[in-house]
C-alpha cells in the first residue's frame, strides 16, 4: 500500500540528510510520526534524483516488475536423530560454573581420576537443551 506523507517532498528530506541532519532531526523539522517514515521518504528521494534505481514497494507502484519465481528444487532436512541414553552415567558432586573470561575450568581430579580419561584425549564439544556434552573423539587436534 502507497503511503503518502502530508506533501512533503523526497527531494527535500535527501538534501537534509546531505546537509549533515539526523534523521530524528528531520523527523521533528517535517513533523514525521516515524523514523521509518523518514527513511522511506529519503529512500524515495534518492529514487526521484535517480541515484538509485526504481524499487517498486507495493503493487500499485510503478516500479520495476517483480521478477519471475524461480522454482528451486527442494530441500529435505535430516531429521533429529532420538537422543539416546548414555551406556554410562557417572554423577559426581562437582560443579562448574562459567568464568569472568567464559571459561569453564576441569581440573585433573575430575577429567583423568574421576571420569577415567587419559591425557592426550580429543572431544566434541556441543549444546543439548541445557545440557553441554563432551564426547571422546577419535581424530586427535593437531
Known amino acids: 500500500m502507497q503511503v503518502e506523507y502530508r506533501n512533503i517532498d523526497p527531494k527535500l528530506v535527501v ?15 517535517f513533523g514525521i510520526k516515524f ?3 523518514v527513511q522511506d521518504l529519503y529512500l524515495r528521494g534518492l529514487m526521484e534524483l535517480g541515484e538509485i534505481p526504481q524499487v517498486g514497494f507495493s503493487k500499485q507502484g510503478g516500479g ?3 521478477p519471475d519465481v524461480v522454482e528451486r528444487p527442494m530441500v529435505r532436512r535430516r531429521e533429529k536423530a532420538v537422543p539416546q541414553k548414555p551406556q554410562i552415567i557417572i554423577k559426581t558432586n562437582n ?6 573470561s567464559g571459561s569453564v575450568t576441569l581440573n585433573k581430579a575430575l577429567l583423568i581420576e574421576q571420569l577415567g580419561f587419559e591425557v592426550g584425549d580429543s572431544f566434541e564439544i556441543y549444546r543439548e537443551d541445557d545440557r553441554v556434552i563432551l564426547k571422546k573423539s577419535d581424530v586427535p587436534l593437531q
Open 15 to 29: 538534501n537534509e540528510i546531505r546537509n549533515g541532519r539526523s534523521l530524528e532531526s528531520v523527523q521533528k523539522l
Open 35 to 37: 523514523k521509518s517514515e
Open 64 to 66: 520495476r516488475p517483480a
Open 95 to 100: 560443579f562448574r560454573t562459567i568464568g569472568q
